[in-house]
């Protein structure tokens, strides 16, 4: 009976071959009618029909007892067909290129079948169907049902995600098998790649025998048949493919249905034709056969989303839902994803809102866009409030987390990415997370200062098996410089061609800035890459010429043989390249050189920077070249840069290796004049040149005036410069008054400082200022009895102190640390006893003796 009603259906439809009609009525078969379909197709040798609507599998495991289409008989019938096949044209069963083209069967659709719960209805199987990312909802229409044998596949293939994750599973190991044998390591990303590659081909396949026959107007295309190979021309990116097919209609004598216009429409929209698209909606609206459907508002919404028109987004939102169009998941996501790729996360929060109140479940995908969209605006807040609410409708996935992690990255809240990433380890998604969120994790750890868990973020990745991308590797080849085993930076540039990855100029500069202190390294790194047919960019060469300036000598005419170089073959060297090349003539003292360079670079017209001209005015002291000074500082304020406290610091140096310390005080006052504060590296390099030529006295008036000012930037080296001077002129008095303007600021002098002023005050028989000193050692935690010379001169004072001064003098003396004066009561005590009349100390005569 089921064998005449098919060949009835051939007579009613006028249809001449027994392929259209199984084309025509084959969604509406059960799997009763498959079975015996199959077994009246091997008894009239017409195999190849239905063969081809099951599978095309080279191994067949029988059948299962979960399967809703194959009993134990009908698994026997179908490998008789494929068996009778192979015995009359040769084949190995495997569909051949010209047989049914429309039909894009691959080896899962039996197992998809297989695994299909006998539960799962057709209705709730293709609404599940509608929710999947992995179809396309809008090549479906719900008006005219217009099945295609892969959709029915398609959507028992994805009933389930169990079923899912069992294809996707088996998928990935037949692919890196399929790779094994070709010769290539496959990771998770190869593994995309590869499939992908594969699913283009079949569609170009696909789209070409379909195009030509439209070209030709064979009339055995059907409807259908080009309304795929629309999908397919959008999905290669091919639009001009898909207008001709989509004229091509009315030229073959069909009518365009409404599958026709939602393709087309999605086509253009997806290829950011969104003018066109919206033409194309408008003329199926003014059509009175089909009226747009929520799937015609899901490819205009997806076309707006592409093109980041929230605006036009919304308005159709509100259209559709006017004229009575409920939207579904597929439309709210579009929505949501194109007020996130503009920017407006209100706006994204405004739909989901919507959708709570239109009484339709947000999906984790539609959560996800909206967390997107705040992310994307820096709305970290609302980000991580809908995250929160995420946990009602399930748990985080990889996108989530990953998406987080890149909002808060962009917001530098790196303790906060490393939080989300112990998270996602300790999560359901643990098991799917990729190398985007390792990255992340990495670079938190990098920017936090954490260089040690930089290495173990990628050890942990690769235990998990997640094969390290590129970025991840120059992270890590960071964090290696900055600990500075730059051995370990250099042996990741191997790791990366192991693990199938290739090293590109961002991985070798990186590299190459890990051994800056090594120059021959920086040079064979650099031929590394021209061996390797990497062009260097002028960030690579830059910092090759950085490695050599810095090495000195013979490298520094190296890196300025390659600046010259870039020069004539390129690529165009950078300021920073001349400011790399111009400190290493400064280092040695080449001062013409550096003024050379000065000159090239305003050949071509780039401005000399700050750093330009005090790596300049740094030449000018290595070459004792004062009389310079003045040029260079008359070029930096010609070129419109104004003299920091670097510059000026580097100009006194130039005189104070001149001696010439008026110009260094001179330079002092011009820094006032510029509302410059000079700093304690300033004052040090003056009150140095002072003292080189002498003046001893103006070393003294000049840090007593500093300390009056108010927030003296002086530092306790500014003291002991003074001090150092006052002592070798046996002005102890000025040294102790320094000691009590060095305790205002904080400050204590040396060892060195107190054992010369306990010298020079025991010789100038001042006791009561040594017990005071001594006293003032003690409280700042010296232990003069350490110190030999100290500790001689305390048993002499003692012993001196038993004899002509009194006992509480003795007490005093004799048991310091018992002192229970603070520490500026002592600095005073000290002060009153040097300013006490000569006369009232003991003529008792001391022990001598000069140890410095």
């Given at each position: 009976?089921?064998?005449?009603?098919?060949?009835?259906?051939?007579?009613?439809?006028?249809?001449?071959?027994?392929?259209?009609?199984?084309?025509?009525?084959?969604?509406?078969?059960?799997?009763?009618?498959?079975?015996?379909?199959?077994?009246?197709?091997?008894?009239?040798?017409?195999?190849?029909?239905?063969?081809?609507?099951?599978?095309?599998?080279?191994?067949?495991?029988?059948?299962?007892?979960?399967?809703?289409?194959?009993?134990?008989?009908?698994?026997?019938?179908?490998?008789?067909?494929?068996?009778?096949?192979?015995?009359?044209?040769?084949?190995?069963?495997?569909?051949?290129?010209?047989?049914?083209?429309?039909?894009?069967?691959?080896?899962?659709?039996?197992?998809?079948?297989?695994?299909?719960?006998?539960?799962?209805?057709?209705?709730?199987?293709?609404?599940?169907?509608?929710?999947?990312?992995?179809?396309?909802?809008?090549?479906?229409?719900?008006?005219?049902?217009?099945?295609?044998?892969?959709?029915?596949?398609?959507?028992?293939?994805?009933?389930?995600?169990?079923?899912?994750?069992?294809l996707k599973k088996r998928n990935e190991q037949k692919q890196k098998n399929n790779a094994e044998i070709i010769g290539n390591r496959m990771d998770k990303k190869s593994i995309n790649t590869y499939a992908s590659s594969l699913k283009s081909a079949d569609r170009f396949r696909q789209l070409t025998l379909v195009l030509e026959a439209c070209r030709m107007l064979k009339k055995t295309v059907t409807l259908t048949e080009i309304n795929h190979a629309i999908t397919a021309a959008g999905r290669l990116g091919r639009i001009d493919d898909a207008l001709e097919l989509f004229n091509s209609i009315p030229k073959l004598n069909f009518v365009p249905d409404l599958m026709s216009y939602n393709n087309i429409i999605w086509c253009a929209g997806h290829l950011g034709k969104v003018d066109l698209a919206k033409r194309l909606f408008l003329s199926l609206s003014s059509k009175?056969?089909?009226?747009?459907?929520?799937?015609?508002?899901?490819?205009?919404?997806?076309?707006?989303?592409?093109?980041?028109?929230?605006?036009?987004?919304?308005?159709?939102?509100?259209?559709?839902?006017?004229?009575?169009?409920?939207?579904?998941?597929?439309?709210?996501?579009?929505?949501?994803?194109?007020?996130?790729?503009?920017?407006?996360?209100?706006?994204?929060?405004?739909?989901?809102?919507?959708?709570?109140?239109?009484?339709?479940?947000?999906?984790?995908?539609?959560?996800?866009?909206?967390?997107?969209?705040?992310?994307?605006?820096?709305?970290?807040?609302?980000?991580?409030?809908?995250?929160?609410?995420?946990?009602?409708?399930?748990?985080?996935?990889?996108?989530?987390?990953?998406?987080?992690?890149?909002?808060?990255?962009?917001?530098?809240?790196?303790?906060?990415?490393?939080?989300?990433?112990?998270?996602?380890?300790?999560?359901?998604?643990?098991?799917?997370?990729?190398?985007?969120?390792?990255?992340?994790?990495?670079?938190?750890?990098?920017?936090?200062?954490?260089?040690?868990?930089?290495?173990?973020?990628?050890?942990?990745?690769?235990?998990?098996?997640?094969?390290?991308?590129?970025?991840?590797?120059?992270?890590?080849?960071?964090?290696?410089?900055?600990?500075?085993?730059?051995?370990?930076?250099?042996?990741?540039?191997?790791?990366?061609?192991?693990?199938?990855?290739?090293?590109?100029?961002?991985?070798?500069?990186?590299?190459?800035?890990?051994?800056?202190?090594?120059?021959?390294?920086?040079?064979?790194?650099?031929?590394?890459?021209?061996?390797?047919?990497?062009?260097?960019?002028?960030?690579?060469?830059t910092t090759a010429i950085n490695s050599l300036a810095k090495g000195g000598g013979h490298y520094s005419d190296k890196a300025f043989a390659m600046l010259k170089d870039m020069e004539l073959n390129g690529p165009e060297p950078n300021i920073y390249t001349y400011n790399n090349i111009c400190r290493a003539f400064a280092e040695l003292g080449r001062v013409d050189d550096a003024l050379s360079v000065l000159n090239s670079l305003k050949a071509k017209r780039l401005s000399p920077d700050r750093y330009t001209f005090t790596t300049l005015l740094i030449a000018c002291g290595r070459s004792n070249s004062s009389a310079m000074v003045d040029q260079v500082m008359d070029s930096m304020k010609q070129s419109g840069v104004q003299p920091d406290e670097i510059a000026y610091g580097a100009v006194i140096d130039v005189y104070r290796r001149a001696g010439n310390s008026l110009m260094a005080v001179k330079c002092l006052h011009e820094m006032h004049k510029s509302n410059i504060e000079p700093n304690a590296a300033h004052y040090?390099?003056?009150?140095?040149?002072?003292?080189?030529?002498?003046?001893?006295?103006?070393?003294?008036?000049?840090?007593?005036?500093i300390s009056r000012k108010e927030d003296a930037k002086i530092n306790g080296n500014t003291f002991e410069i003074v001090m150092e001077s006052l002592l070798a002129e046996s002005r102890w008095k000025e040294s102790v008054q320094l000691i009590r303007v060095m305790d205002s600021f904080g400050f204590q002098p040396s060892i060195n400082i107190c054992v010369s002023l306990v010298e020079q005050l025991e010789k100038a028989r001042q006791y009561k200022a040594v017990f005071a000193l001594y006293r003032y050692m003690v409280k700042n935690g010296y232990d003069f009895y350490e110190n030999s010379f100290l500790n001689g001169v305390f048993k002499r004072l003692v012993s001196v102190a038993a004899k002509g001064i009194n006992a509480e003098d003795?007490?005093?003396?004799?048991?310091?640390?018992?002192?229970?004066?603070?520490?500026?009561?002592?600095?005073?005590?000290?002060?009153?006893?040097?300013?006490?009349?000569?006369?009232?100390?003991?003529?008792?005569?001391?022990?001598?003796?000069?140890?410095?």
């Open positions: 009976h089921m064998w005449t009603f098919f060949l009835l259906c051939c007579q009613c439809f006028q249809i001449s071959t027994k392929v259209e009609a199984f084309k025509s009525i084959s969604n509406f078969f059960n799997s009763e009618v498959y079975y015996f379909l199959v077994k009246q197709t091997i008894q009239s040798r017409q195999y190849p029909i239905y063969s081809e609507q099951f599978t095309t599998r080279k191994e067949t495991k029988g059948h299962s007892k979960n399967g809703w289409v194959f009993s134990g008989s009908s698994s026997e019938l179908m490998m008789s067909s494929l068996h009778m096949q192979r015995n009359q044209d040769g084949s190995s069963g495997k569909r051949s290129e010209t047989s049914f083209p429309w039909i894009e069967v691959d080896d899962d659709v039996l197992d998809a079948k297989i695994l299909a719960s006998n539960s799962v209805s057709r209705e709730s199987a293709y609404q599940q169907d509608l929710n999947s990312n992995e179809q396309s909802a809008y090549s479906y229409d719900s008006d005219v049902e217009t099945y295609h044998p892969i959709d029915y596949n398609n959507i028992y293939y994805k009933a389930t995600n169990s079923n899912r994750n069992f009175s056969l089909h009226r747009p459907n929520v799937y015609t508002y899901g490819a205009l919404m997806h076309g707006f989303a592409k093109s980041k028109d929230y605006k036009q987004a919304l308005i159709y939102l509100d259209t559709m839902t006017k004229q009575g169009i409920k939207p579904n998941q597929v439309v709210f996501t579009s929505a949501i994803e194109a007020c996130a790729e503009a920017g407006k996360y209100r706006e994204a929060l405004q739909v989901m809102d919507r959708i709570k109140q239109a009484g339709v479940r947000p999906d984790l995908t539609m959560i996800n866009t909206a967390v997107k969209a705040c992310c994307l605006a820096g709305a970290m807040e609302e980000a991580e409030e809908l995250v929160e609410s995420m946990k009602e409708y399930g748990s985080m996935d990889l996108l989530t987390y990953h998406t987080l992690m890149m909002g808060h990255t962009k917001l530098a809240r790196h303790q906060r990415v490393l939080q989300l990433y112990e998270e996602a380890r300790h999560s359901p998604a643990k098991t799917h997370l990729d190398g985007g969120v390792y990255s992340l994790a990495m670079l938190a750890a990098l920017n936090c200062g954490m260089y040690s868990t930089v290495p173990r973020i990628a050890d942990t990745a690769r235990n998990e098996g997640v094969s390290l991308t590129e970025a991840s590797y120059t992270i890590l080849i960071q964090a290696y410089a900055q600990m500075g085993f730059s051995d370990q930076a250099i042996a990741c540039l191997d790791d990366m061609v192991e693990e199938g990855l290739t090293p590109n100029v961002i991985s070798y500069a990186v590299a190459m800035a890990a051994a800056r202190d090594k120059p021959d390294v920086a040079v064979s790194l650099l031929q590394r890459m021209k061996d390797n047919g990497i062009e260097p960019n002028t960030v690579v060469l040090n390099l003056v009150i140095r040149t002072l003292r080189a030529e002498g003046y001893t006295d103006k070393m003294f008036k000049m840090v007593m005036a003795l007490k005093a003396a004799s048991s310091p640390y018992d002192s229970t004066e603070n520490l500026r009561d002592i600095v005073e005590t000290l002060e009153e006893a040097v300013q006490a009349d000569d006369n009232s100390q003991s003529d008792n005569t001391m022990l001598t003796g000069r140890v410095m």
